[in-house]
């Protein structure tokens, strides 16, 4: 869509902000319930956090199979995924395919960002305006942002001077033509890094990867997807969803795992002798994926039992790593495996066997500056081409707090989420009514399978705006008491795991000045589910409506 009409205001019944998984379901529920929505997206095309992650390597970690919408059989039935864990352009290319069958691009304005929004509480509208001068009235006001979509740079003197290739994973440039015969250096040992490095070894005389703190990576084992998985999946994916809701399967890569080995996830692992346990370790490893994490039921809430899990992956580094200097650098410390994100690769640990790859311990000597032509370590210069920046993400409240957001009162979010995220249900916030979150602070989000949890708040939303409608109310405003409960028991429930014990983007510890706050709901998909269940039934108890 191409948008000309710069100085009048375009009146919608929604303004969705993001076109990726969320924002594009969003747009069509509403549209399906005959409201008047569109979409402002950043990106010159449809695929949000996938458009933008498109470095060598870059692949999802949860199985193709459960990265989908649900919500379509025909979706579901038409499009079949060639891999275990499908790599970025198969992903861009599946978000495509169903906005070209939803035919949502009509109703979406490209390279458009938004820059504030406000409330008229005398006319109940949002006021956004966008970098392109349009401006919009809507009804309803709602954030598809991506819980992990807001790159940030590291603040090191001299970055801007650098006279080579320097890039964010998340900025890529389309068809970079790689880096054969280049000297190339990678910040960042996070999942993208882990993606990207055995890519950039590949093509580079001389990769130098700057490391500050290891993390655990397990191998994905990808590979092509067999006839008979798309075939059972095709039968049985009703029922494995379901089963997914109820968190029997996590659909991150145990979908089709054997019933006993799936179901120790489950079970204490005190349930298991020394000899059991390292049996189902070692099976999930050679099973692959993020599996390992949840080997037993008190993985993230006892730190004797993450402790063992994490000594065996060491142990597993150890083995691959034939140096062993390396080998004791790449070996996790000082935090409990999946408080920072577990990482799913590709020959990970192998690369590091291989002679063009460095490690520089950037812990112990950190990078003192970026000259045109390389980076001073230790004030010695290492010379690169390029410079690649796998630092990760503003995450969950960075695509809000870049926009000035006011509420009812002129209040603005900015100060209200300044000791962290206060929502209700990661759906919505008091003194900003109308305005709605999908895979946000405050929701299961990046605890979860996003495709799946998106899908339940996009419809959650449409049913709120629909009651709305027929019950003649033209505002929801979400009550301060229910926030706060609602916050209470995110904050609450967090105190039961391990997850926030390490200083991870997860508590919005990666950023400069960020307040230190779990910011999304760890209380598993069910339970929240249960919640926002009893909440509808209950005709939006914790809403207030006008
Ligand atoms: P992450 O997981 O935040 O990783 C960022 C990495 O960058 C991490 O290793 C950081 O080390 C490192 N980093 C950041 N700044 C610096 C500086 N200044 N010097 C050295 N190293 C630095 O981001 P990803 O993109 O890998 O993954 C984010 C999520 O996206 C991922 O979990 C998937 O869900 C998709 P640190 O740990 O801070 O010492």
């Known amino acids: 869509m191409t948008t000309s009409d710069n100085t009048a205001e375009r009146r919608l019944d929604a303004l969705i902000v993001g076109a990726g998984f969320a924002g594009l379901y969003m747009l069509h529920k509403l549209r399906e ?3 008047k929505a569109e979409i402002i997206e950043t990106a010159p095309d449809v695929g949000g956090a996938w458009y933008w992650n498109r470095y060598p390597g870059a692949r999802c970690d949860v199985e193709s ?7 379509s059989p025909e979706l579901d039935s038409e499009w079949s995924w060639s891999e275990r864990y499908a790599a970025q352009p198969e992903i861009r290319r599946y978000i495509s395919f169903a906005a070209d069958r939803l035919d949502l691009r009509r109703d979406i304005h490209f390279e458009m960002r938004a820059t504030a929004a406000n409330f008229d509480k005398l006319t109940n509208l949002w006021h956004v305006d966008t970098d392109r001068g349009t401006r919009f009235a809507a009804r ?18 001299g970055m801007g001077t650098f006279a080579g290739d320097i890039f964010h994973t998340a900025r890529w440039p389309e068809d970079h033509p790689g880096f054969a015969g280049q000297r190339v250096g ?11 490095i055995p890519k950039v070894a590949e093509q580079a005389e001389r990769l130098f990867v700057f490391l500050r703190t290891a993390n655990f990576t397990v191998p994905a084992r990808n590979g092509p997807l067999p006839d008979t998985d798309l075939a059972r999946w095709a039968e049985e994916r009703t029922s494995i969803r379901s089963v997914m809701w109820q968190g029997a399967v996590s659909g991150a890569g145990d979908l089709f795992m054997d019933l006993g080995l799936r179901m120790t996830r489950m079970t204490p692992a005190a349930s298991f002798t020394l000899e059991q346990r390292r049996d189902i370790l070692d099976r999930r490893w050679d099973w692959g994926g993020a599996v390992l994490q949840g080997s037993f039921k008190d993985v993230m809430t006892n730190r004797a039992v993450n402790d063992e899990v ?5 142990s597993k580094i150890g083995e691959i790593v034939r140096d062993p200097a390396k080998a004791e650098l ?3 410390k000082g935090f409990a495996l999946g408080t920072k994100r577990l990482c799913v690769g590709t020959d990970y640990y192998e690369t590091y066997n291989r002679e063009n790859v460095e490690i520089v311990d950037v812990k112990l000597t950190p990078i003192q500056r970026v000259t045109p032509s390389g980076v001073v370590v230790a004030g010695e210069e290492i010379p690169l081409d390029a410079l690649l920046l796998a630092t990760g993400f503003d ?3 960075g695509a809000f707090t870049q926009i000035d957001i006011r509420g009812a009162d002129g209040q603005a979010l900015n100060d209200l989420w300044r000791d962290g995220p206060h929502t209700y249900l990661g759906l919505a916030i008091a003194g900003f009514p109308n305005f709605f979150m999908i895979g946000g602070p405050g929701s299961p989000s990046v605890f979860s399978n996003v495709v799946l949890t998106n899908e339940f708040q996009v419809e959650t939303i449409a049913g709120l705006i629909g009651w709305m409608d027929r019950n003649g109310c033209v505002r929801a405003d979400a009550n301060c008491e229910a926030q706060s409960d609602w916050t209470d028991h995110v904050n609450e429930v967090v105190k039961y795991s391990l997850l926030s014990t390490a200083d991870s983007w997860y508590v919005g510890a990666n950023i400069p000045g960020k307040a230190r706050a779990i910011l999304a709901y760890c209380g598993g998909i069910a339970s929240y589910r249960n919640r926002c269940e009893a909440v509808i039934r209950a005709e939006y108890a914790g809403f207030d409506f006008a």
Do not use: H, N, W
């Open 186 to 196: 990678v910040i960042g040992t996070g999942s993208s890094g882990v993606q990207l």
């Open 33 to 35: 319930a005959g409201f």
């Open 310 to 314: 994490a000594e065996f992956i060491r």
């Open 140 to 157: 309803f006001c709602i954030m598809a942002t991506g819980p992990i979509t807001c790159p940030t740079l590291p603040d090191i003197p």
């Open 65 to 71: 199979l459960a990265y989908s919408y649900s919500f």
């Open 395 to 397: 995450a969950l409240t």
């Open 330 to 332: 790449l070996k996790p």
